[in-house]
Structure formats: structure tokens, C-alpha cells
T-cell receptor, first 112, second 111 residues
Framework: DAMVIQNPRYQVTQFGKPVTLSCSQTLNHNVMYWYQQKSSQAPKLLFHYYDKDFNNEADTPDNFQSRRPNTSFCFLDIRSPGLGDAAMYLC???????????FGPGTRLTVT | RKEVEQDPGPFNVPEGATVAFNCTYSNSASQSFFWYRQDCRKEPKLLMSVYSSGNEDGRFTAQLNRASQYISLLIRDSKLSDSATYLCVVNMNTGFQKLVFGTGTRLLVSP
């Protein structure tokens, strides 16, 4: 089945220790997104790629970076995680901008 | 005004009940609308897209009212398995066609 896969599902990192979250998709979608979701809040868009074009949301901290080496894979790098970065990180894809998005299962990040 | 606004609930209903959620959005130029379902500590899953003419999928009916800028979701014959948070999602249609998520309405269906 075509799907969006995220690894790891659970990640524990120390305050200030860089961490990378990964996402892959078999849907061959052009657009990939990274969201941050905290408890009882809406998913918050961090950035997205339309093909190779990277688009950062204005309020995404510099601490968050992303890479998309090919159509199938996208990575979220958190350079110096703070306690406030503990959240669920969701990767999503869509065939085009504005279309329905399909989410991976998420990576739950804990910062100690 | 929030871009997408929903009543957070929770809505507590017995099995078999009919329940309706509303969602309002701020951008009159918005073109596409969706309802997602999110279970606790899981990812959002697309429930249905919302079309101008309204659409139905089994027990679920979605309606769009452009004049009043709201969309609705009606669930008939509620099942225990319908317990979840329902997210209203709107394409803001501003430059990059960004989907904006509401904070969700929580539904609890009890036996």
C-alpha cells in the first residue's frame, strides 16, 4: 500500500543535542510538509517542499532545518532542541499544493 | 479572528445519536475544505473533502456555506468507534495554498 512512513516513532534526546527525524513516501507526491503538534493544539506547519523548492513558514525558528534529497525522502533536523520542542512531529504529503494531505504516523520527541 | 475556528467540545453523545460540528473560516477566498479525524496520539486522517454542493459518505455528511463562511460535519447513528477529535481544515488560497487546521472538536460516544 502507498504510504507515508516516519522513523523513529519515538525519539528521546537531550537538551541541546541535535536530532534528525526522517520521512519517506511511496505516493510519489510532489509536496512534502513538516508539522509540529503539541497536546490539544492544531498541527502547526513548519515548512514544506514543492519538489525541490523549500518554503519556510515565517515563524519557524532557525533551530529547525529540513532536507529533501529526493522525491521520496524528507528530513527534519533540530539543531539544538529545547524543552519547548517536545512535541509530535508529523510529516505529510500531497499531490499538489492545496490538495488533501496524507500524514505519516508521526515521531513523538521527548527532550530531557 | 482566527483563520479556522471550531468549538473544542467535548461533545458527549450516546451511541446511535446524531451529532453536528460547525467550523468557521476567515478567508472568503478559500476554495477547498476538508474534515480530518485524529485519534489520541495518532496522526490526522482524511475523513472527507467538502464540496460546494455538499457531500455524503455513509453516515457522514459535510456541508459548505460560503456566504456565512462555515462548514459542517454531521454524523448519524454514532458508533463508539467515532470517538475522536475532528479537525476542520481550510485551504487559505493565499499565494502558497496553505492548509490551515482548526484545533479540533472532540467527540465522545458512550454506550
Amino acid at each position: 500500500d502507498a504510504m507515508v512512513i516516519q522513523n523513529p516513532r519515538y525519539q528521546v534526546t537531550q537538551f541541546g543535542k541535535p536530532v534528525t527525524l526522517s520521512c519517506s513516501q511511496t505516493l510519489n507526491h510532489n509536496v512534502m510538509y513538516w508539522y509540529q503538534q503539541k497536546s490539544s493544539q492544531a498541527p502547526k506547519l513548519l515548512f514544506h517542499y514543492y519538489d525541490k523548492d523549500f518554503n519556510n513558514e515565517a515563524d519557524t525558528p532557525d533551530n529547525f532545518q529540513s532536507r529533501r534529497p529526493n522525491t521520496s525522502f524528507c528530513f527534519l533536523d533540530i539543531r539544538s532542541p529545547g524543552l519547548g520542542d517536545a512535541a509530535m512531529y508529523l510529516c505529510a504529503t500531497s499531490s499538489q499544493q492545496g490538495a488533501e494531505q496524507y500524514f505519516g504516523p508521526g515521531t513523538r520527541l521527548t527532550v530531557t | 479572528r482566527k483563520e479556522v475556528e471550531q468549538d473544542p467540545g467535548p461533545f458527549n453523545v450516546p451511541e446511535g445519536a446524531t451529532v453536528a460540528f460547525n467550523c468557521t473560516y476567515s478567508n472568503s477566498a478559500s476554495q477547498s475544505f476538508f474534515w480530518y479525524r485524529q485519534d489520541c496520539r495518532k496522526e490526522p486522517k482524511l475523513l472527507m473533502s467538502v464540496y460546494s454542493s455538499g457531500n455524503e459518505d455513509g453516515r457522514f455528511t459535510a456541508q459548505l456555506n460560503r456566504a456565512s463562511q462555515y462548514i459542517s460535519l454531521l454524523i448519524r447513528d454514532s458508533k463508539l468507534s467515532d470517538s475522536a477529535t475532528y479537525l476542520c481544515v481550510v485551504n487559505m488560497n493565499t499565494g502558497f495554498q496553505k492548509l490551515v487546521f482548526g484545533t479540533g472538536t472532540r467527540l465522545l460516544v458512550s454506550p
